[in-house]
């Protein structure tokens, strides 16, 4: 629905301002001043040199021409608000019928490449809670970039070198210096016989990542299109051939018998070193010749999952890029998205998780817990920057108070009306049920626009990369269906026709629901 107004004030503004092109916002309004308004006016009176009261009386009277207003009408000191007429809302009903599985999909993403890194762990542990929410957040943005028509391919970075690894083989020595423990660390023992640290931590991060990690991430129903060797980019020697780009460019200098890269010409807090005073390489070195690398491969946007610890390194990176951007023609752009801490709770009391002491608490022991449906969604129902607690009892609880049973009873009740029905017998197929003339209901109304948000959500969320915003959005949904079905009978309706038209609506509503649940990586039931 904004994109359709967008459009209709875009033709106006073509027809009385030629060569004007201005950024507006359509956003939802106030139910009792209309549908949407617009800030278009007070934009275009800038650009034009007028009032925005009489931009706002020129677009007004242009959009009124249009059918699907029943009115427009400007408030304030220019805003522009607008009421959709009640037969733009019913028409919608029998075009998400229609479309089914393509509702909410668009083509506007089909020139972009889109690289989503994610989770990434080091391999020396098996994955734990903090890694399941950047692994769940990474892979339903994949899913949105798809929905908007983007090429998208899903990646993990292995950390196959450095010295993460000589503590990983000291740890399954078990000699002086261990650093990791852990009943996984018991387990890797047997399996090698090695008794060099370095063959042994690399033996080691081996196996973890083929027995452990991979089958961890097959659990949470992802899967990654590439797995990109850390190590591969030290042997093809791409991490000489990125700091030899930058060392043409006069970024790089020597001092204290290291070197340094200039990431204080763009914006970092101080410059970094990239080979230490031994001649060994960074990994802010691996990181760039990793991303230089991401480039090279053409893609326009780069998005990076981090965990909260990693904070501190998204300004050297930026500035790295920048680099890259200002000095070697990159017009893409790199996104950090960090993802803060994770809690488990239980009882109300919090169950600690520690990767280095072994009293962690493991995402495959979660998911066998509470089960694969309910642990996605319980992560991607909140905000990454926020600290999230997993309550593990209403995780477990099958009732209304469980966002995830919620969800998926409604969508479980709507396939059981229309079984019912039998939508299958009816001449045409749902999609000549009766006429949608017929919903005109508050809550038949409410239940349509909430219908029509998903195609909106997909562009919001390709903006913001607020991925939580489709969770919310199918609670919403849910809570609508259920007032609609407690206000408005469907199989009695009282008129066959009504009955036709409501059952119509409930055939989009499953529609939307499944669409939502499906980019979501959530299964819909059909019983429950």
């Known amino acids: 629905m904004k994109q359709i107004i967008f ?15 201005v950024d507006f916002s359509v956003t939802p309004t106030d139910i009792k001043f209309g549908d949407y308004a617009t ?49 733009f809302f019913q028409k919608q009903v029998a075009d998400i019928v229609e479309l089914k599985e393509k509702y909410g999909a668009s083509d506007l993403g089909k020139d972009l ?26 892979d339903v943005l994949a899913n949105v970039f798809k929905k908007y028509g983007a090429k998208v391919e899903r990646e993990y970075y292995v950390n196959d070198r450095g010295v993460q690894l000589v503590a990983l083989g000291h740890s399954v020595l ?24 370095v063959e042994v931590g690399e033996q080691a991060a081996t196996i973890l990542m083929e027995e452990y990690v991979k089958k961890s991430i097959a659990k949470m129903g992802i899967k990654f299109d590439e797995w990109f060797s850390e190590k591969s980019l030290h042997d093809s020697g791409e991490v000489a051939k990125a700091l030899g780009e930058l060392e043409k460019l006069g970024l790089i200098y020597k001092k204290e018998d290291a070197t340094w890269l200039k990431t204080t010409d763009f914006g970092d807090d101080k410059d970094r070193v990239i080979i230490t005073n031994k001649g060994e390489y960074t990994y802010f070195a ?3 010749a990793y991303h230089f690398n ?8 780069l998005i990076d999952f981090w965990g909260a610890d990693h904070h501190g390194y998204i300004g050297r990176l930026q500035a790295a890029m920048d680099m890259y ?21 239980s009882n109300g009391q919090e169950v600690r998780m520690s990767k280095r002491a072994g009293n962690y608490v493991l995402l495959d022991e979660l998911i066998d817990e509470v089960g694969p449906d309910v642990t996605r969604f319980f992560f991607l129902d909140r905000t990454l920057d926020t600290h999230m607690e997993f309550d593990l009892d209403l995780a477990k609880e099958k009732s209304d108070k469980n966002p995830v049973y919620y969800v998926q009873y409604a969508y479980a009740r709507i396939s059981s009306i229309l079984k019912k029905a039998d939508l299958s017998s009816q001449p045409g197929g749902p999609q000549e049920l009766g006429s949608s003339s017929l919903l005109i209901e508050p809550t038949e109304i409410a239940l349509i626009k909430q219908l029509m948000k998903l195609p909106e959500l ?45 059952l119509q609506l409930l055939e989009a509503t499953k529609i939307v629901l499944k669409n939502t649940l499906d980019i979501l990586g959530v299964s819909a039931p059909e019983k429950m």
């Open 325 to 345: 951007r200002k000095e070697l023609n990159w017009s893409g752009e790199l996104k950090i998205m960090i993802c803060q801490l994770v809690r488990l709770m």
């Open 174 to 197: 078990k000699d002086d210096e261990a650093v990791y423990k852990g009943a996984y660390i018991d387990e890797l023992a047997p399996k090698i016989t090695s008794t060099n640290p």
């Open 113 to 138: 490449k889109v690289n989503i890194e994610f989770i990434s762990a080091n391999p020396t542990g098996p994955l734990t809670l903090g890694n399941g929410r950047n692994g769940y957040f990474g």
């Open 7 to 21: 459009k209709t004030i875009k033709e106006a503004i073509k027809k009385h301002f030629e060569n004007i092109n």
């Open 294 to 301: 991401k480039i090279r491969r053409g893609y326009d946007i």
């Open 458 to 502: 997909v562009e919001e969320i390709v903006a913001d990369y607020q991925v939580q915003k489709l969770a919310f959005y199918a609670r919403d949904l849910a809570t609508s269906f259920h007032h609609f079905y407690e206000k408005c009978p469907v199989i009695k309706s009282g008129s066959d026709e009504l009955t036709a038209a409501r």
């Open 39 to 87: 800030n278009v006016a007070m934009i275009l009176a800038k650009e034009v040199g007028k009032k925005p009261q009489e931009i706002a009386t020129i677009i007004v009277e242009e959009l009124t021409k249009n059918d699907i207003f029943e009115k427009v009408e400007i408030a304030g000191p220019g805003f522009i608000n607008f009421k959709m007429n009640l037969s």
């Open 286 to 288: 691996s990181d760039i």
